[in-house]
């Protein structure tokens, strides 16, 4: 069964930092390009930053580049979504999902979802 769990969440002040992770169990990790979208309370769900599955090649929505670092975890199916200098427009549920697409940014093409972790970010 293809699950992923997504943990790290939690309140932080503007400026700070935290960092995401996902775990993946019940598939072939490698084969799946993994991203993280966000939704916040009201608006559509967007995305933030992919990591192609082969390459490792990173992409990232303008919003958070320079900010948000994407990667893969080296000996163990997860991937991580290190986020600094944390602004209160961040906030928001974050979800990691997995394509078999090399890269995507549209969620439409990703085929399995975490649960989502909320993250706060105060003035």
């Known amino acids: 069964q293809v699950q992923l769990v997504e943990s790290g969440g939690g309140l932080v002040q503007a400026g700070g930092s935290l960092r995401l992770s996902c775990a993946a169990s019940?598939?072939?990790?490698?084969?799946?390009?993994m991203g993280w979208f966000r939704q916040a309370p009201g608006k559509e769900r967007e995305f933030v930053a992919a990591?192609?599955?082969?390459?490792?090649?990173?992409y990232y929505a303008d919003s958070v580049k320079d900010r948000f670092t994407v990667s893969r975890g080296s000996a163990k199916n997860t991937v991580y979504l290190q986020m600094s200098s944390l602004k209160p427009e961040d906030t928001a549920v974050y979800y990691c999902?997995?394509?078999?697409?090399?890269?995507?940014?549209?969620?439409?093409?990703?085929?399995?979802w975490g649960q989502g972790t909320q993250v706060t970010v105060s003035t």
């Open positions: 019940g598939w072939t990790f490698s084969s799946y390009s």
């Open positions: 990591v192609s599955r082969a390459a490792g090649n990173t």
């Open positions: 999902a997995a394509t078999r697409s090399v890269v995507a940014n549209h969620a439409s093409e990703y085929d399995y």
